[in-house]
């Protein structure tokens, strides 16, 4: 009884904001008495097209992506799948980009097919990369994670190369609910009333698949056309809200949550209890963003703060849950073998990073293709070619050492900077350093993003060691607060000001202007960093063997993490100033060395720096490149290099079970 009064007065509330936007526009009694014009008709056209419509439109948002979060948790059982988590949105938003971009017409026609089939498409990735995990809640949300991050920053570069005509989509993509006429509610309406037909049609399938696998199909469920159907049903929700509203982040997460909480058990109970707690959360959320609104208009869309609450939320409900199969990530994977000449093993990989510099530096292609530059032409490329490849270089040596630092301290083989956050806490911090001081050098820059990451990085650890996460949930800790730090950066964003221009150069991670000055700046923060890792490399070689052991050894465990968090901090936030927050070479770098032998702290640390700085040229060479005379931004081509490699990551476990 107490939480439906809870949830009665949060409705209360909600409405009370709602007569608030309401009584601004009622209508004056010249406009009752038919006058065409004045304030009065103004204010009555706006009221009927605009204001009620957005109302009912946060009301049936909330409640589609409520139900469409319900089924996805129940399908996947995972009590963490949601259209935000799972990159659906994201896709959808990347699919009709491009569709305003390169099928105008279709997308005037048939804009809720593009999205469904940009959120299909990614969920259809996501479901390939974990099905051999059997679908592992912690491996289903982190691949969704960075399919989600790789379509928004395919986004970011597809609007920085068309300017203002595509900003809009960018700032629309945030989730403003701002409404015209009733057509958009109208829709999701309709799709939410044969969501719920759907839903009530497959109640029996649905409890069952709370089952394991040989359960449910002994009880004569077809497993896999049960799964599909349901997961369709679910992208077609929040496809059609995406399509017509934008991305609203986490609603579908914490609607069948709190209903859970608020004391839902049985599957008819959530299947009434979710949609209506999204549409109150989406309503009084909308409501509070009127509220708060200035002369200028809204400060923040409707979506990035629903995902501003949703970064805590998911914080808070960690220790909370109860997952039905968490995957082994803390059991270590196979010792490969050790190489017996690790040294002539760096060297070799030393040699090949010095071949990709000067591929870097000499090959490219111009008007009349490819061409190797020498004599004067290569004097003339190298003040234009030098500082990216500089630039590329130290940026991927400090991420690949920060994420062999993170992997080590966790004891978790899929930690990296941006994974955990890190990345996105540094562009907080730039983002903090470009609004409080009107010119900031490279010093104030670099020193902010240092904060911001530092900042996460000890949030996370002090979550971690408060609440007994283990490296699962440390995981998990990571992808909300990287949720919460990109709202943060989406909201910035939204302003359309000179500095959201600068945080949307910077989300691609493009070294399209790099210069000299950058280049001696990243180049000197590398060396200068680089060079206290060997001081390490007892403690990196004693803490993945736990607690307990490290301290039986005489190593002081909590300084030794604490010292090392702000190293790995500091390494990321100089990186990620130059490059953006994700290119995931600070995952797969320090993997790769330990594949090629190299096992101990210091060996591996070396390894993945020169295998990462290698990444990192090679990919900025294949951006300038591969699409001349366009250049794609390094960051994004590093991260789509990486996807292969995530992907064997993924499903590189044994078969299904069940």
Known sequence: MNRILLWGGLALVAACLSAVQVAGHLAAPAAVGGTTTGPGWLDAIILHHSVLPRITVSLVAGAALGLSGLLLQRVLRNPLAEPSTLGVSAGAQLAMTVGLLYAPTLMEQAREGVALAGGLAVVGLILAMTWRRGLEPVAVILAGMMVALTATMTSAALILANGDYLFSIFIWGGGALAQQSWGPTLTIALRLLVGLAAAILLTRPLAILGLDDSSARSLGVALNATRFAVIGVAVWLAASVTAEVGVIGFVGLAAPALAHLSGARTQTQKLIAAPLIGAILLWVTDGLVQLLAGANGERVPTGAATALLGGPLLLWLLPRLRMVEWPSLNTRPAPSRRNPRPRLLIGLIALLGLAAVALALTVGHGPDGWSVASGPLLDRLLAWRGPRVAVAAAAGAMLAAAGMLLQRITANPLA??????????????LTAALFLVAAPGIGIQIAASAAGAVLVLAAMLALSLRAGLGPERLLLAGIAMSALCSAVLTAVI??????????????????????????????????????????ASRWLEILPLGDVTARALGLPVQRCRVILVLFAGLLTAAAALFVGPLSFVGLIAPHLARLAGLGRPLEQGIGAILIGAGLMVVSDWLARTVAFPYQLPLGLFAALLAGPYLIWLLSRAGPRAG
């Open 416 to 429: 990296s900077p941006e994974i955990l956050g890190v990345g996105t806490g540094s562009g907080v911090g």
């Open 494 to 535: 939204a302003t359309g000001t000179p500095q959201a221009f600068t945080l949307l150069r910077w989300l691609s991670g493009s070294t399209n202007e790099a210069g000299p000055a950058d280049a001696w700046f990243c180049a000197g923060a590398a060396v200068l960093l680089l060079a206290a890792l060997p001081l």
